[in-house]
């Protein structure tokens, strides 16, 4: 296999191979998930360590889970109520986790590039679980799974990536990721919610959702990330669901076989309605839930492979 990444900071430095292998391992490990074959030992006698500084239940708990399964001792930080709201800086933490040995480090970080800074000051494999506005790997990664899944294949397929373009991280890697697999993206939205340049990342852009829907084969949905805004980026939530909020009408624009995916957590009747997002037929929403464990237990297989091979080559004098 390829994947010679000593961390998983970002999709932007992966090569398409690197990715089509992180995902054969991660569709291996959804179908042990699924027949009950979960447990493995592949990370016995290693240490990961979750250090969020921003609230997430379900990224965090999936990486909980993702590191049990494989066998590894997983130690959650509270880093809402730890040293950093005392002034510790972040390179007082590294030095900390540092001493303590650690061997995986899931961070999340309200700041862009938090993450990658911290993967320059530790001795061990660093996995983004999201920093600032500026990438969420994992998620990408999972998200390209489901599609893989669904649709037989992850390349010349047509994307629309739906909503709060410019807030979302996850928007981000999945702009490089799916172009990287030769898809056609296309990003749909208010401009008010797009990025500045946005023309630059290769991608169509569409202000009117219909036509940015028209014979689409995905249409992904993205949160509103409020928590981020500091202006008046929509007039209300009533009109952003009625000129932006994917229902039946909109998404009957796209392929008739067109699937349906949003990163959660949703706010029905904003983003998506709630049919649609319960549509079994179409919503691979739940998917894209179960994909994160085997996307992730994969992530932190090959980056386990990966530092063994370093340390083992220093044991033995071998200049890595």
Known sequence: MTFRAPHLLGIEHLHPTEITTLLDLADKYAEDNRKGRAHRNVLEGLTQINMFFENSTR??????IAGKRLGADVMNMAMQA?????GETLIDTALTLNAMHPDLLVVRHPNSGAVDLLAQKVNCAVLNAGDGRH????????????????????HRLSIAICGDVAHSRVARSNIMLLGKM???VRLVG?????PSGVEEFGVEVFHDMREGLKDVDVVMMLRLQKERMDGGFIPSEREYFHRYGLDAEKLSYAKDDAIVMHPGPMNRGVEIDGTIADDINR???????????????AAMDLLAQNLRAKRGAKAAGVMV
């Open 182 to 184: 030769e898809n056609r």
């Open 82 to 86: 730890s040293s950093i709201k005392k």
């Open 135 to 154: 990438e969420h790997p994992t998620q990408a990664l999972l998200d390209a799974l489901t599609i893989r899944r669904a649709k037989g294949r992850l």
């Open 190 to 194: 208010p401009p008010t919610l797009l």
């Open 59 to 64: 990224t965090q708990a999936s990486f909980e």
């Open 283 to 297: 919503s691979v929403i739940q998917e894209q839930v179960e994909m994160g464990v085997a996307v992730r237990m």
